[in-house]
């Protein structure tokens, strides 16, 4: 018995990309740091990023127009994952737990969708609570 076969319809005109190109992607520390800088800076109850140390020389950066972004934030970076250590300065009367939380939450989002790497932890450390008006005296 004969089977006749229908032509199946041409197919559409599709654009086909290479293969992606072999090779590495890597990024640094300091990019991460920088990402995650910005982002934990824009936490509700986030006065500050650093430590005593590290705000006295962000102000003078920021004095001759030069700001670190990642000041605060340590990063380290393996293959595929990320781990962060991130110092915050609080506002008061904020719930400093509440900061905490919000701020591991936004390291991890913005690492995982900017980046596209894994956290593997962030450790928050609170080193100071900024009481309003403690900057007029």
Do not use: C, F
Request: without cysteine.
């Amino acid at each position: 018995m004969a089977t006749s076969r229908t032509p199946s319809p041409a197919a559409p005109n599709l654009t086909v990309l290479p293969p992606a190109s072999p090779g590495k992607t890597v990024i640094t520390d300091g990019v991460i740091a920088k990402i995650t800088g910005l982002a934990v800076r824009d936490v509700p109850g986030v006065h500050a990023l650093g430590g005593g140390a590290a705000r006295a020389i962000g102000a003078i950066r920021s004095a001759v127009g030069s700001a670190d972004l990642s000041q605060g934030v340590s990063v380290e970076v393996g293959e595929t994952q990320v781990a962060v250590d991130i110092t915050v300065v609080a506002d008061y009367p904020v719930s400093v737990q509440k900061v905490a939380d919000d701020v591991r939450a936004a390291a991890y989002a913005v690492i995982q969708e900017l980046v596209g790497m894994e956290v593997t932890e962030v450790n928050v450390t609170i080193s100071d609570v900024h009481i309003p008006g403690d900057d007029e005296a």
